[in-house]
């Protein structure tokens, strides 16, 4: 080991500058100042006006209103929709991709993971395309009406307007579960498939009670990870339901943070809810690396 | 019983071929409904003008005048004349190409003495590198704003890739990379007199192609895609980057479905363009990222 004199080692600090001082001014004071901020009245339009300190008026604003817990139920529902659906979908598009009675496998994973690659507000803007309510005639119920079903008013019915951006969401992120099940399949080892085909094991048993098991700890990884990215959902909802009509019925905790922090130009509030946010997170960090570590 | 066991092999063989067969249709079917609406999308943009967007995946007409109308429509809506998707085009290129160089340098910086050196305060900023990919983008939201507002940098480059030019996600996996490449190799070039910026430059970064290859492709991927914070920072339409510029098209009420779809196929076709380039790359670098990340 060659010990390196003070000169050396001042020059060290030179290659982390850079670095550390993006992350100093654009991630950690700013995570400090908006625990700060939630605590004060401050507006966009005199940004240059000090905060005034007005304590848990924000959260005990938040806590208190309907659009607060109507927005948590968006964002929950979307959540327990997607990530359910989505990781069993990508894990059986892996199965069969990595199947050894499939050819051009390469092929397969390219065109399955376009999608992940597009960008989510083209992707958003063509399916608000194909789903517009305000066209009578929108794509998809020109066909609902070639093959005989009724005519759906897509974005203008709640659950409906949900049912797209849970859709978009999970047609977008398909693909990338697909690979990164991929990368989990590859790691089980061919003998126990082998000794499972001696046996003569039906495939739906071959797959609860081989496969899944051992992608345990692949599913936790994705378990967590969508469903925290699940929580900041943001950019369909902006696009396709224009933040989150009808009546409000697909905002999200994101969008909500964005109405109120850059179109409203309330920046306490938005920091409290970003606040919230970030315990919410939180907790969803501590149970994955709980359920991790178990395993 | 050789006859039967032949029989058996044969059968065998066959319900093999029925199912690779059925195997494929199905996968081939998902794989065409995957890529449904981007082949609406592609089928719309070649077709002449429809009032009502058209329910089909092959156009009856191929015409490229919707590209040419997209590319030219941002001047015509009484904004500013010389605008057309060129302009956002060159943003977009901008700022994914500031972000994807100025990031690897800055990560791979920091992660080289951080993976060869010994000096005080060495852990603290490994752990904080690490404390980096636990905080949500959206919780620092409101205060990056006010810093960007205060420094005078809205509506500006540099608000779209100063803030993002550092990764925890990137230091971490070059540091790892770095660590797993000799450490002897530095010390001995060391030694022959090279002074750190000449092994960092001329023996480490070459070594360290694969990660720099996943760093391009993973940086490169999400800034191009990057939406909410130049939707927030950049109010002019002179600066926005391509997909704040589809967003901000696409609320305009335009019910010309042909020229929509063009703006929205030019606004992915770089990328995908990259993607099916190297697409060996994505698939590892999204493999690795999420490893790390």
Redesign the interface.
Known sequence: ??V?SKR??A???L??I???L??G???????V??FY?SLCKYSMSS??KDPKFVGLYYYKNLFGSSQFWQVMKNTGVFTFFSVPFSLVLGLL?AI??Y?K???YK?F????????Y???????A??????F?AN?S???VN??FM?IGLPKVDWLGDPQWAMFVIILVSM?KG???IM??YL?GLCGISDDIYEAADLDAVTPWKRLTKITAPLLKPTTF?LLA?ET?GSF?V??PV??IT?GGDPFGSTSTL?TF??DQ??EGGH?GK??AI??I??VI??IL?VIQKRMTDED | MNKLENKNNVSYKRSMQLKSLGMNILLILITVIMLTPLLWMLATALSPNTMIPPAKLLPEKFTLQNFGDAWFFPGKIGLNPDLTMGTFLMNSLIVTICITIGGIICDSLAAYVLAFKEFPGKNLLIFLALATLMIPSYVTLVPQYIIIAKLKWLNSYQAQIVPFLASGMGITLFRSHFLSVSKELVESAKIDGASDFRIYSTIVMPIAKPIIATMTILKAMWSWNMYMWPLIVCKKVEMMPLQVSIGFFQGQNVTQWGLLCAGMTISMLPLLIVFLLCQKFFVGGIQAGAVKG
């Open positions: 080991m060659i390196a050396e080692r020059a060290y600090y290659y982390v850079p670095a550390f993006c992350f001014i654009f991630i950690f004071w700013p995570t100042q908006s901020l940004i240059n598009m069969m991709v199947s009675l499939v050819k390469t397969y994973k390219v065109a399955l993971y376009i999608p690659v597009s960008s989510m507000v083209a992707v803007s063509v399916f608000k395309i194909l517009n066209l005639n929108s794509v020109q066909l070639k047609w398909l693909g990338y690979i990164i990368g990884f990870t925290i900041q943001f950019t902006n696009i224009n994101i943070l964005y922090g850059f920046m938005a920091s970003s606040v946010i970030f997170l939180s960090t």
